[in-house]
């Protein structure tokens, strides 16, 4: 049976996502990508430059990923709607990451500019994949404004510190009805795998790939991870059981 | 509000003192904590925390690459015009000191633009002196509008303006500043800033203040090291920074530490910063602001550059020029001696070989 990832329309066979950012090359991308078999790559518009081939970051992402641009450096709504045009008048098509960061200590992302940007972008035929903070309410608000998908930090971008944010992105999981993909702080594939458990559609990673010794190498062991998993989930872990199970084993019989 | 308040507070400060009073022990807890205090930001300018700067170093770098990654931002800066009222006595185009003075046309500016862009570079950083008969805001304007048709990031480094004149600058597609106080100490500002308008320190002291409510992405501010006492120049910038942080979260702050360099006119510095001096700077600040910028310009020497690449910075000027219309004109004055002179390629090609990457291109709105 397929158990791949719908979003938008898109059928995605892995559920590892890659950031582009932060790499001592961007001849590192293809090799992380074929390592790891992310097809979901993100790279921010301000770093696409058409003009310079070489050093285009864009030209680095394989054929046959979807690429999704971000909107790295936008301050509120209106910035955003801006870059998410400029990137599709580019050729990106319709899918976006939006971040809108107001704060520049820890990067936390603003939820309520974030809102009204997937609202505007949805409503333009994006396939919007806003970056929040992991709060039920704005997650249900973006649900109700068209996002394709919602993606909760673990901890703040880059930070390595893993899934602090645990208990809310598991309410996430629980309660809202499109797939929930863990991005931001994730630091190692053991932590990938734990957000894979408990019943996370993807994980995106990006500064712990990046920066590691061995990029590529890493990226592999993410891909094993998230493959990982994804499986322990489908096979039932206690609390993916205890959280996630459709059908009543025990009780079922009452039913007839 | 004004960081006119925060310093203020500082006056009368014993630093000698505090200093004095640091152990080892102190030193070694703060570079372990992860939110520094000021205090603890001054603790590590002090001469104590020299003994520590390899430790110091260890947690930069990782700070450094955890936040901004394996990445080096290039830009590189291009001079208007050279006419100035002021006097500050370190600079050569202070306007008692007898060189051409030429402004840039908008055919010229072109020019420039068109050679520079062929390096590959898109952010562009525009300089001048101050003189609001010959480079008004108006100018400055036409002159970024001609810069926005082949720069996606355009930063101003020119004199101290009014908040509507940085929202006008703004619309006109600029993103960034750069003002440095020169010296955040009063009384040696006075006394090397004598007359022009410049001589208004307060009116500088609170420039990056009103960019920031302007609407200014981006914030760049330093003090040039070589004016005062660089343990305390150091700790104010690092303030400044932190001040305009808090209060604008959504702006880019970023420092420069820039050393004095040979000018027209033979100024002498008066405070002695050496390299080791710069360093430590550099790494008290990274452990102060991890996500602060860094940029290094071409004031220091390349091979001390290569250096700082694994010590905090983040952005570097490359094929940089500090004369007016330098690119196609080499007579023309220069504003002090570059100590880099390599192309944007070769530093292209130096920071590829330390592993790190160059970025060209790290912003665009339009």
Same mark, same amino acid.
């Given at each position: 049976?397929?158990?791949?990832?719908?979003?938008?329309? /898109?059928?995605?066979?892995?559920?590892?996502?890659l950031?582009? @950012?932060?790499?001592?090359?961007?001849?590192?991308?293809?090799?992380?990508?074929?390592?790891?078999?992310?097809? +979901?790559? %993100?790279v921010?518009?301000?770093?696409?430059?058409?003009?310079?081939?070489?050093?285009?970051?864009?030209?680095?992402?394989p054929?046959?990923?979807?690429?999704?641009?971000?909107?790295?450096?936008?301050?509120?709504?209106?910035?955003?709607?801006?870059?998410?045009? !400029?990137?599709?008048?580019?050729? &990106?098509?319709?899918?976006v990451?939006?971040?809108?960061?107001t704060?520049?200590?820890?990067?936390?992302?603003?939820?309520?500019?974030?809102?009204?940007? %997937?609202?505007?972008?949805?409503?333009?035929g994006?396939?919007?994949?806003?970056?929040?903070?992991?709060?039920l309410?704005?997650?249900?608000?973006?649900?109700?404004?068209?996002?394709?998908?919602?993606?909760? $930090?673990?901890?703040?971008?880059?930070?390595?510190?893993? =899934?602090?944010?645990?208990?809310?992105?598991?309410?996430l999981?629980?309660?809202?009805? =499109?797939?929930?993909?863990?991005?931001?702080?994730?630091?190692?594939?053991?932590?990938?795998?734990?957000?894979?458990?408990?019943?996370?559609?993807?994980? $995106?990673?990006?500064?712990?790939?990046?920066?590691? @010794?061995?990029?590529?190498?890493?990226? *592999?062991?993410?891909?094993?991870?998230?493959?990982?998993?994804?499986?322990?989930?489908?096979?039932?872990?206690?609390?993916?059981?205890?959280?996630?199970?459709?059908?009543?084993?025990?009780?079922?019989?009452?039913?007839? | 509000?004004?960081?006119? *308040?925060?310093?203020?507070?500082?006056? @009368?400060?014993?630093?000698?003192?505090?200093?004095?009073?640091?152990?080892?022990?102190?030193?070694?807890?703060?570079?372990?904590?992860?939110?520094?205090?000021?205090?603890?930001?001054l603790?590590?300018?002090?001469?104590?925390?020299? &003994?520590?700067?390899?430790?110091?170093?260890?947690?930069?770098?990782?700070?450094?690459?955890?936040?901004?990654?394996?990445?080096?931002?290039?830009?590189?800066?291009?001079?208007?015009?050279?006419?100035? +009222?002021? /006097?500050?006595?370190?600079?050569?185009?202070?306007?008692?000191?007898?060189?051409?003075?030429?402004?840039?046309?908008?055919?010229?500016?072109?020019?420039?633009?068109?050679?520079?862009?062929?390096?590959?570079?898109?952010?562009?950083?525009?300089?001048?002196?101050?003189?609001?008969?010959?480079?008004?805001?108006?100018?400055?304007? /036409?002159?970024a509008?001609?810069?926005?048709?082949?720069?996606?990031?355009?930063?101003?480094?020119?004199?101290?303006?009014?908040?509507?004149?940085?929202?006008? $600058?703004?619309?006109?597609? +600029?993103?960034?500043?750069?003002i440095?106080?020169?010296?955040?100490?009063?009384?040696?500002?006075?006394?090397?800033?004598?007359?022009?308008?410049?001589?208004?320190y307060?009116?500088?002291?609170?420039?990056?203040?009103?960019?920031?409510?302007?609407?200014?992405?981006?914030?760049?501010?330093?003090?040039?090291?070589?004016l @005062?006492?660089?343990?305390?120049?150091?700790?104010?910038?690092?303030?400044?920074?932190?001040?305009?942080?808090?209060?604008?979260?959504d702006?880019?702050?970023?420092i420069?530490?820039?050393?004095?360099?040979?000018h027209?006119?033979?100024f002498?510095?008066?405070?002695?910063?050496?390299?080791?001096?710069?360093?430590?700077y550099? !790494?008290?600040?990274? =452990?102060?602001?991890?996500?602060?910028?860094?940029?290094?310009?071409?004031?220091?020497?390349?091979?001390?550059?290569?250096?700082?690449?694994?010590?905090?910075a983040?952005?570097?000027?490359a094929?940089?020029?500090?004369?007016?219309?330098?690119?196609?004109?080499?007579?023309?004055?220069?504003?002090?001696?570059?100590?880099?002179?390599?192309?944007?390629?070769?530093?292209?090609?130096?920071?590829?070989?330390?592993?790190? /990457?160059?970025?060209?291109?790290?912003?665009?709105?339009?």
């Amino acid at each position: 049976m397929s158990d791949n990832l719908n979003i938008g329309g /898109q059928e995605i066979t892995s559920r590892l996502f890659l950031g582009t @950012g932060k790499f001592s090359s961007n001849r590192l991308i293809p090799k992380s990508v074929e390592a790891s078999g992310a097809q +979901v790559v %993100t790279v921010a518009l301000r770093r696409v430059d058409p003009d310079f081939e070489e050093e285009n970051i864009a030209a680095y992402v394989p054929r046959g990923c979807i690429l999704m641009p971000n909107t790295s450096g936008a301050r509120n709504a209106a910035e955003t709607v801006r870059i998410a045009r !400029l990137a599709r008048a580019a050729g &990106f098509g319709d899918w976006v990451k939006i971040e809108v960061i107001t704060e520049n200590r820890y990067l936390l992302p603003d939820n309520y500019e974030t809102l009204k940007a %997937t609202e505007i972008l949805a409503g333009e035929g994006f396939v919007v994949l806003p970056y929040m903070s992991p709060d039920l309410i704005a997650a249900k608000q973006m649900v109700n404004a068209g996002a394709a998908a919602v993606m909760p $930090l673990g901890s703040p971008i880059g930070s390595n510190r893993g =899934l602090k944010t645990r208990e809310l992105i598991r309410i996430l999981i629980e309660e809202i009805p =499109l797939p929930i993909i863990v991005d931001a702080g994730i630091g190692r594939p053991s932590e990938a795998a734990e957000a894979m458990e408990m019943g996370a559609a993807a994980v $995106l990673v990006n500064t712990a790939i990046a920066t590691a @010794g061995d990029p590529v190498t890493m990226a *592999e062991a993410f891909g094993l991870a998230v493959k990982a998993g994804r499986m322990a989930f489908l096979a039932g872990t206690d609390e993916a059981q205890e959280y996630a199970r459709a059908s009543s084993p025990l009780t079922g019989f009452l039913r007839d | 509000m004004s960081f006119y *308040e925060e310093l203020s507070k500082y006056y @009368g400060f014993n630093f000698n003192s505090f200093f004095d009073n640091l152990t080892d022990e102190d030193i070694k807890k703060i570079i372990t904590k992860n939110r520094l205090s000021a205090l603890d930001y001054l603790a590590l300018l002090s001469p104590r925390a020299e &003994f520590f700067l390899e430790e110091m170093a260890g947690r930069a770098q990782r700070l450094t690459v955890q936040h901004f990654g394996r990445v080096i931002f290039l830009y590189t800066p291009i001079y208007l015009a050279n006419y100035c +009222v002021n /006097q500050c006595v370190y600079c050569s185009f202070r306007a008692r000191n007898k060189l051409e003075r030429k402004k840039l046309t908008l055919p010229e500016v072109e020019h420039e633009a068109e050679a520079i862009a062929a390096t590959g570079l898109k952010h562009i950083l525009v300089l001048t002196g101050e003189s609001r008969r010959h480079s008004p805001v108006s100018y400055i304007r /036409q002159c970024a509008e001609v810069l926005k048709k082949r720069f996606t990031s355009i930063s101003i480094e020119i004199y101290a303006l009014e908040e509507a004149e940085y929202a006008d $600058l703004i619309l006109a597609g +600029v993103d960034g500043m750069t003002i440095y106080q020169e010296v955040y100490n009063e009384e040696n500002y006075a006394r090397l800033h004598p007359a022009g308008p410049k001589s208004n320190y307060r009116f500088r002291l609170d420039a990056p203040e009103r960019a920031c409510r302007a609407g200014m992405r981006t914030i760049n501010v330093g003090a040039l090291l070589g004016l @005062g006492r660089w343990r305390t120049e150091a700790f104010f910038t690092g303030l400044h920074a932190d001040y305009l942080q808090n209060r604008y979260p959504d702006v880019e702050v970023s420092i420069s530490p820039p050393r004095i360099r040979p000018h027209l006119g033979g100024f002498q510095p008066e405070f002695e910063v050496g390299d080791k001096n710069l360093v430590q700077y550099m !790494l008290a600040y990274r =452990l102060f602001m991890p996500r602060g910028g860094i940029t290094i310009s071409t004031r220091e020497r390349a091979e001390l550059r290569n250096r700082l690449v694994k010590l905090g910075a983040t952005k570097m000027s490359a094929g940089s020029c500090t004369a007016v219309g330098g690119r196609s004109n080499s007579e023309s004055t220069a504003q002090f001696e570059i100590s880099d002179e390599r192309d944007v390629a070769e530093m292209a090609k130096m920071l590829y070989a330390q592993g790190y /990457q160059p970025v060209y291109k790290d912003w665009q709105m339009a």
